[in-house]
Nanobody, 126 residues
Framework: QVQLVESGGGSVQAGGSLRLSCVSS????????MAWFLRAPVAERERVAS????????YYADSVKGRFTISQDNAKNTVYLQMNSLKPGDTAMYYC???????????????????WGQGTQVTVSS
C-alpha cells in the first residue's frame, strides 16, 4: 500500500553533510508518521528522528539534536533528513519508515513500523 524509496547516502569526511531523502508512493494517507532509523553492525534499529506529518511536530534522538533536521515536502511526498556536522559515530545504515499511530508511538514507540525503505548507507571517515 505504501512504498518508500530512499536516497542520498554516501561517504563523507567528518564535519561534512548529507541529505537523505525518502519518497513515498501509494496510499500515503494511511500514515501519519515518518521516521528515520539507523542500524549499526550487530545492532537493532534505533530511532534517529521522527515527524508527525499532520502537525509537523518532530522528535530527535539526543545524539543528533542540533545536527540533524527532519522535514517534509508534502507536494513531493518526500521526507528529508538533513545531516550536518557528521561524526564517525554516525556511520550506519539509515532507513526511513512510515506508520499510523499516536505521536507517542511516532516519537518513542517500538520499531515495528508498517512500512520501511530499503536503507541507505552513510559512512563518515575521520
Amino acid at each position: 500500500q505504501v512504498q518508500l524509496v530512499e536516497s542520498g547516502g554516501g561517504s563523507v569526511q567528518a564535519g561534512g553533510s548529507l541529505r537523505l531523502s525518502c519518497v513515498s508512493s501509494g496510499n500515503t494517507y494511511s500514515t501519519n508518521c515518518m521516521a528515520w532509523f539507523l542500524r549499526a553492525p550487530v545492532a537493532e534499529r534505533e530511532r534517529v528522528a521522527s515527524i508527525y506529518t499532520g502537525s509537523g511536530s518532530t522528535y530527535y534522538a539526543d545524539s543528533v539534536k542540533g545536527r540533524f533536521t527532519i522535514s517534509q515536502d508534502n507536494a513531493k511526498n518526500t521526507v528529508y533528513l538533513q545531516m550536518n556536522s557528521l561524526k564517525p559515530g554516525d556511520t550506519a545504515m539509515y532507513y526511513c519508515a512510515a506508520a499510523f499511530g499516536t505521536w507517542q508511538y511516532c516519537f518513542l514507540g517500538e520499531t515495528d513500523f508498517a512500512y520501511w525503505g530499503q536503507g541507505t548507507q552513510v559512512t563518515v571517515s575521520s
